[in-house]
């Protein structure tokens, strides 16, 4: 197999010398495939990552791609990892049995511009995959058949691709367009190791809206969920997914959110209707209503103990305090209430 002394602990010399092979094999390369390369697709490489893929007929016989291609068959893996966490490239292979093994030398690469853009595509696939299994091992060889079960560590392609040297935004995009098999999920496309990523502006919507709900009659959970599907980057058809996404963001479902203001409101009478409350003091009545009031004790509402609902719950006790008659201020004042 193609291997390379450049490894991804490099020193900086190293790391600066492959990220200059790549920028040459961008040279190279140009725009050929014809991708669209915006903004968007830094953080959401495909809008349908099951949509199969542009390589799928047409290409000449004498393209490095053609080998992973026959017209109408699903697919191939362009990164094989195994179940012990090894990484296989295929183009690597096909490579080492028509020109042999290939070594990358102090940046130098003395070969014919065609298998040198081979070679570096093979590189760049192998570290990315390397830099795959390093930040999500645990998820990708857990046993978990399930990948919208896992929790991936949220990656941007930058996130993933930058610190290998791969800085050009457009060659990003153009590498996160390959498929991985994986040794329990099958065959997935790369893209949804920045699955995480893709949710933060539909998540940010979601808040955004239930910002504006009747805190004492809060929104349906199917409305929640239509609203949901709608702006997500992919489709959904299985609530338990949508339950996963929105506890891992930290926002809760109609009953919990119902269980603050009916919380909020016995805190208030059992402190005798306080007219003001500082900002600072929302944490402690939090404390408060978890610890002596029973807030999240029991059902669906017991997952909103967990760390990532804090400031989903700590806001909506605002809003509740408000709607109340209290008024939250930023800073002390006289007769304010501040947990004392």
Aim: charged share 30%; hydrophobic share 35%; with cysteine.
């Amino acid at each position: 197999m193609i291997r390379s002394e450049l490894r991804p602990e490099a020193d900086e010399a190293q790391r600066l010398s492959l990220g200059a092979l790549f920028a040459a094999e961008h040279e190279i390369m140009g725009n050929e495939d014809g991708y669209s390369f915006t903004e968007l697709d830094e953080h959401s490489p495909l809008s349908d990552p099951d949509a199969r893929p542009h390589r799928t007929q047409g290409w000449p016989a004498n393209d490095f791609d053609a080998h992973e291609d026959q017209a109408g068959s699903e697919p191939t893996a362009d990164i094989v990892i195994d179940e012990f966490g090894h990484v296989r490239i295929p183009l690597e292979e096909v490579l080492d049995r028509y020109f042999g093994p290939v070594e990358a030398k102090e940046g130098q690469l003395p070969l014919p511009p065609n298998i040198r853009r081979a070679f570096l595509k093979a590189l760049m696939l192998r570290r990315i995959g390397e830099a795959l299994v390093n930040s999500n091992r645990d998820a990708i060889l857990g046993g978990e058949g399930d990948p919208g079960k896992i929790r991936l560590t949220p990656l941007t392609q930058k996130d993933l691709m930058a610190p290998l040297g791969i800085e050009n935004k457009s060659m990003r995009s153009r590498l996160a367009d390959r498929y991985v098999k994986t040794p329990h999920w099958g065959l997935v496309h790369l893209s949804v190791f920045f699955r995480a990523r893709w949710w933060e502006v539909p998540i940010q919507n979601i808040r955004d809206w239930l910002r504006g709900e009747d805190v004492a009659n809060p929104y349906q959970n199917d409305l929640l969920y239509k609203r949901l599907k709608k702006a997500a980057p992919r489709p959904y058809k299985d609530n338990r997914q949508l339950r996963n996404i929105l506890r891992e963001a930290g926002i809760p479902l109609r009953r919990p959110r119902l269980e603050i203001y009916e919380r909020t409101e016995a805190w208030v009478k059992n402190h005798g209707g306080p007219k003001c409350v500082r900002l600072s003091s929302i944490p402690k009545i939090r404390e408060e209503l978890v610890n002596k009031h029973s807030l999240f004790s029991k059902g669906q509402g017991s997952q909103c103990r967990e760390p990532q609902y804090q400031a989903f719950v700590e806001e909506r006790i605002a809003a509740v305090l408000r709607r109340l008659g209290v008024e939250v201020v930023c800073r002390g004042e006289d007769g304010a209430w501040d947990g004392q």
